[in-house]
């Protein structure tokens, strides 16, 4: 296997170290912390997704790569449409529809909803004072 095939993957391969060593103990509250604020960072801006934004075409998305969920691919425009129907009044279906619409933009979702789950969890027991570290 050469690297430039799993580089891209950089994050994913922290999110497992991460969730091993919570498992397992071996890192303290700091290290935890940076483990999954690098693997919420990767999920958000970098992880390879089909950029989703609606075009022209009814009912279809574009198919574009892109980088990260908020990101669309390299057309301005869908760069905006992503973020602005992430943010704007968005419908629980809706967005539930645009952040899982296969497997792939799943995957990357259910990423960034543990990674963010995890560092704010660690980020709190770093803060009171728990565990060792």
């Not at 700091?30 to 483990?35: E, K, R």
């Not at 790569?65 to 691919?73: S, V």
């Not at 899982?100 to 770093?126: E, N, S």
Request: one cysteine or more; proline letters at 5%; aromatic letters at 10%.
């Amino acid at each position: 296997m050469t690297w430039h095939r799993v580089l891209p993957y950089w994050g994913l391969a922290t999110l497992v170290v991460a969730i091993t060593a919570w498992v397992s103990t071996d890192i303290g509250p700091i290290g935890l912390t940076v483990l999954f604020g690098l693997s919420l960072f990767w999920f958000l801006f970098q992880a390879p997704v089909p950029c989703g934004a609606k075009i022209r075409k009814e009912g279809q998305t574009c198919r574009n790569n892109a980088r990260g969920l908020p990101r669309g691919c390299h057309y301005e425009q869908h760069k905006w449409q992503r973020v602005r129907s992430l943010a704007v009044r968005p419908s629980l279906r809706r967005t539930g529809r645009e952040l899982f619409p296969d497997k792939k933009t799943g995957l990357a979702t259910l990423g960034t909803v543990v990674a963010l789950v995890c560092t704010l969890t660690t980020t709190v027991w770093l803060v009171l004072g728990k565990g060792s570290g």
